[in-house]
């Protein structure tokens, strides 16, 4: 094991490397649009201060529903001609990015909407009492109230969306998955394998752990 | 259009009414109901659960919009203003609630300082502010707590400071003492008579506790089945006799396991607060 280690070391550390930026893509594509999203359908969701835009909810839920209906493996495959446009091929890390920041926007999208659903109602109606603005009430209180259910959010996108990466190596997406794939799954290199394992492991422990503490951190309540 | 000369009055309501379903389906909420405060008044609403006495509240800063009428608040008509024209007029109508809605992630001086943050206030002003209101409530030294350490008194009153930071015309109540202890309910009613006397603000309380309308209103407004039936002046502590309100409290008045009511009497409210709950603890 130790020998196979140290002779496939540059294919491990390329092959995190790649794993790292997908995820580094397709979190920031799902923090800021996905956010975006999850924060206008929950404001436009009865009740809210934008109830008037409802149509807008209807639809955004709508959408969000048949993209979260799709196994990853399939949208992967479905919507290639379209990652081709956007990324000039289907093959390697950066194409793999297009299908996964996809999933991940409406996956965070959803996540947000349901984490400021659980802030008390009366807190955003005293804001509304003061006058605030749509704008200030997402500044002032839901990112502010809901900061560490957001954090444990893009924990959990995280250590999804490092599986789902893994996924896309199955199409050559590159990343540990595909590394995973060609030695330990074609050569039956099971101590490949079996690195390629420990490694999604250390990753996903490090993420939860480091988002955990963050949480706990900025939640005062 | 002649204007309405309505500088000495602080709240007036024309004919407005705001109908909707309950979970149970039945239509409850208000009326066509109007309602004058002059400037400076404390003034009680009180009545049994589903007597609209919240909505007719929450109708004043339009958190509920009515179906019909006019509000006006400090001469101003809030039924025609535009969206931003609202919050403006929203940025002097305070607040406060039954359960605080305090932001628990904020400082109590942050929390104080947040209506004026949202209105664009200068930071020099606010933090001025933040410390005349922490002050008055008594809680200076708490300012860079968090609300989860403070008591349910305590947080009321950092929720009055907030409410009062702006300098409000107006400062609505709505139940405000509900989920407080007879003796802190007490402390209370100080604070808020205070704020009434040393900053002028008019106040409108909505309670279904007798005690609290009859310490702290100069007059109180009588409702049921979403109308006021009955507005009497109580500012020296009397319920007038064959008023509605007598003949509740001497049906409903007393309170406690004993099964016969027996008729109001008034105990000694300085050590022991007695409350007249008109109905069950608000849900």
């Known amino acids: ?14 092959a995190t490397g790649e794993t790292l930026l997908m995820l580094a893509i397709c979190l920031s594509a799902a923090i800021l649009i996905g956010g975006a999203l999850g924060l206008l359908v929950f404001l436009t969701s009865r009740g809210q201060s934008l109830e008037r835009f409802r149509a807008f909810n209807l639809i955004a839920n709508g959408v969000i529903n048949v993209v979260r209906s799709f196994p990853f493996i399939i949208l992967l495959v479905a919507i290639s001609p379209f990652t081709r446009v956007i990324a000039g091929t289907s093959i390697g890390p950066l194409a793999a990015s297009v299908p996964l920041s996809i999933a991940a926007i409406f996956y965070f999208a959803r996540l947000i909407e349901q984490t400021l659903r659980d802030l008390p109602r009366g807190v955003i109606e005293a804001a509304e009492a003061m006058g605030a603005s749509p704008l200030q009430i997402i ?21 999804s969306f490092l599986s789902y990466s893994a996924v896309a190596g199955v199409v050559g997406g590159g ?9 330990g799954y074609y050569r039956f290199q099971t101590d490949v394998m079996v690195i390629t394992i420990v490694l999604l492991i250390i990753l996903v422990q490090s993420v939860q752990f480091f988002g955990q503490w963050a949480a706990r951190r900025v939640d005062k309540r | 259009m002649p204007k ?30 109007s309602l004058i405060v002059p400037q400076g008044e404390i003034h009680g609403i009180i009545g049994f659960s589903g007597a609209g006495k919240s909505t007719l509240l929450r109708l004043v800063n339009l958190l509920e919009r009515p179906d019909a009428g006019e509000v006006i608040v400090h001469g101003n008509t809030l039924t025609r203003l535009s969206a931003a024209g609202l919050r403006q007029a929203r940025h002097r109508i305070g607040m406060i609630f039954q359960h605080f809605n305090l932001l628990h ?11 004026m943050r949202i209105a664009g206030a200068d930071p020099a002003r606010i933090r ?16 860079d707590v968090y609300p989860g350490r403070l008591s349910g008194g305590q947080k009321q009153r950092v929720a009055i400071a907030r409410a009062l930071a702006p300098e409000p015309h107006v400062l609505l109540a709505d139940e405000p003492t509900s989920a407080l202890d007879p003796r802190t309910t007490l402390d209370l009613l100080g604070v808020l008579a205070d704020a009434n006397r040393r900053f002028g603000v008019t106040i409108l309380l909505v309670s279904h506790e007798m005690e609290v309308i009859r310490r702290l209103c100069h007059r109180v407004s009588v409702m049921e089945g979403g109308r006021i ?22 049906d409903f008045g007393a309170v406690g396991p004993a099964a016969s009511p027996s008729p109001a009497t008034r105990p000694d409210a300085a050590a022991t607060p007695h409350h007249f709950a008109l109905e069950a603890a608000h849900a």
């Open chain 1, 175 to 183: 990343g540990i998955g595909d590394l995973a794939i060609r030695y």
């Open chain 2, 105 to 115: 992630n904020l400082t109590v001086a942050d929390n104080v300082a947040l209506p």
């Open chain 1, 1 to 14: 094991m130790l020998e196979t280690l140290i002779e496939l070391a540059p294919e491990i550390l390329k």
């Open chain 2, 128 to 143: 001025e502010r933040v410390q005349v209101c922490l002050d008055f409530v008594g809680l200076a030294e708490k300012a």
């Open chain 2, 229 to 250: 039936v009955e507005q009497l002046d109580i500012a020296d502590g009397r319920i007038p006799e064959g008023s509605q309100l007598a003949s509740w409290l001497s």
């Open chain 2, 4 to 33: 309405t000369p309505s500088s000495t009055l602080a709240i007036e309501l024309r004919a407005v009414s705001r109908r909707f379903a309950d979970p149970g389906g039945r239509t409850v909420g208000v009326q066509p109901t």
């Open chain 1, 139 to 159: 500044r002032h209180v839901l990112l502010v109230e809901a900061r560490s259910g957001l954090v444990l959010a893009v924990t959990v996108l995280a250590v």
